[in-house]
Each structure stands twice: as C-alpha cells, then as structure tokens.
C-alpha cells in the first residue's frame, strides 16, 4: 500500500508541476522568455519547441529578443508567433527576431484570469483521477482478501490528505498567477 501512496504523490506531483509551467507560459504583461518556449515552429518539416532552435531572452520588460541558431528559420519563427493567441507582432533584422509586447487591456485580463482558472480545474482533475485509480486498486485488494476494511480506510484517509494537499497548491498557484496578472 505504501508503494500506491508514493506513487500517487508522484503523480500529485508531475500534475502541480505541470500546471506550473502552463501558467509561467501565460503573459502577465511583463515579457518572459517562457511566454513563447511552448510554442512549436515547423522546422523543416517537423514541429519543434522554439526553445531548440532559438535562444530567447527578455532584455526589457515589454520586449523579447530571439536568436535563432539557424537564421533560415525566422520566417517559420516568425509565423508561430503570429499564428499564436497572443497577439504579438514580431519584426525581424535578418539576424533576431524582436517581439513587442504590448499591454494588457482589462478585458484580456479578464480572458487571461478564465484561461488560468480553466487550466488550475485540469490539474485538480487529473489529480482526482489519480486518487480514483489509486482507490480502485485498493478496494480491488480488499475484494481479494490481500487488505482489511481497515486497511482501505486507513489508505483512502492518507490519499485523500494527499488529494486536499497538492489541490490546495494549484489553487494557491492558481490566485498568485491571478493576482499577477490583473496587476497593472
């Protein structure tokens, strides 16, 4: 049973953290290189993170320079860019690509504030389902005889401390990415 419960809180885990990365992928309105690492270029045919193939860094707070290891890329770079739901309007020099990145108006706070509440409730949903296989095991272990009521209980109680646990972190990265983002 021990072995359930660890491997759950790896999954609890992997879930928080993942939730993590797709709010620093979420504009603020400050420029961020993270802002533009998920997105895949089509890179002579095949779909690849920005990230590998370009170098992004942020040398103001309202702008964003990427270097590209192959300057044949930038056009495709470039359309990633424009294709995304962003709204930035990239310019290029031959050598960089710089991204402006505008403002936010109130209603893209607001739309931005929807989007970050609809990701927190997919990481809280893949925990639950986490805790639902995990007690599926379990209550099939009972049906066979290899564990007691008590043992059920007492190993649905710890998975569920466990649920309550890592669900109140992505609430609490929930409101702090809130908080970020409706701060002007």
Sequence with gaps: ???MIQEAERKFKKAVEVTAQEFASMR???ASPALLERFAVNYYGT???MNQIAN???PEPRLLVIHPYDKNSIP???KAITQSDLGFVPSNDGEVIRVPV???TEERRKEISKIVRARAEEGRVAIRNVRRDVIEKLREEEKRGERTKDDLRRGMDEVQKLTDKYIGEIDELMKKKIEEIMEI
């Design 56 to 58: 992004i860094t942020a």
């Design 47 to 49: 779909p690849t993170p």
């Design 76 to 78: 495709e770079i470039e």
């Design 102 to 104: 505008p403002p936010l």
């Design 28 to 30: 603020t309105g400050r």
């Design 1 to 3: 049973m021990e072995e």
